[in-house]
């Protein structure tokens, strides 16, 4: 059964800093992993997707990567804003089928 | 631009109750997905559809059902209110495309009394 582990669970950094979020997970027969981001009592916003045979992808400030065999992802976030504050959740989806599955996140603070 | 809407911000219903969460998308997305939202649990997966009249259950269906007469439209169906099924539930769809996303809805925090 597919576990993803999201590492840390809560981090609190000054404006501007540079910042990592780690996801891992057991099973390396993914299709794609995807980055989210959820603000307080809202949805989930669809940040970055990474097929299984892609390194990396960049939007903006954000860049994720992927390291398939060894079961690990990296959601880079450049010049930390107060307005990254959020929830962020990384999910895998299988090889074979639709459904993701989802790691606890890691809650960000970014103070101005 | 892509949307999902939840019929709900918020419900309040009481135990026993038979309650309906619905969820509409318009961008004739395949895939449709009903999960919950837990503090110290994350999201899980409820029911899913792949098509009109198509469910299969996810990891935690007990208590639940689906209805899906539309392409558009994907109903949750709690067939009889517990208080632990108080929680928040998102909608979210997709795309048969393996390279996009799961789209959310905003969500409807349902407290059942």
């Known amino acids: 059964k597919q576990e993803v582990t999201q590492i840390p669970a809560a981090l609190s950094v000054p404006e501007g800093e540079n910042l990592v979020l780690n996801c891992s997970f057991t099973?390396?027969?993914?299709?794609?992993l995807q980055w989210f981001r959820q603000d307080p009592g809202k949805g989930l916003t669809s940040l970055l997707l990474?097929?299984?045979?892609?390194r990396e992808q960049t939007s903006g400030r954000l860049n994720a990567s992927l390291d398939k065999s060894s079961g690990r992802s990296t959601l880079y976030i450049a010049a930390s804003q107060p307005g990254d504050s959020a929830t962020y959740l990384c999910?895998?989806?299988?090889?074979?089928?639709?459904?993701?599955?989802f790691g606890a996140g890691t809650i960000l603070r970014v103070k101005s | 631009d892509v949307k999902v809407t939840q019929s709900s911000r918020y419900l309040v219903k009481r135990t026993g109750e038979k309650v309906f969460l619905e969820c509409v998308q318009d961008?004739?997305?395949?895939?449709m997905f009903w999960y919950r939202q837990d503090p110290g649990l994350g999201l899980r997966l409820i029911y899913f559809?792949?098509?009109?009249?198509?469910?299969e259950k996810g990891d935690i269906p007990e208590g639940y059902s689906v209805s899906r007469e539309k392409k558009e439209r994907f109903s949750l169906i709690l067939e009889s209110a517990s208080t632990n099924q108080t929680s928040m539930y998102l909608c979210?769809?997709?795309?048969?495309?393996?390279?996009?996303?799961?789209?959310f809805g905003d969500g409807t925090r349902l407290s059942i009394l």
């Open positions: 979210a769809s997709s795309s048969l495309r393996g390279d996009q996303p799961q789209h």
């Open positions: 099973d390396s027969a993914i299709y794609n």
């Open positions: 990474i097929q299984s045979s892609q």
């Open positions: 999910a895998v989806r299988h090889e074979y089928g639709n459904k993701l599955v």
């Open positions: 961008m004739d997305h395949e895939n």
């Open positions: 559809s792949y098509d009109v009249k198509m469910k």
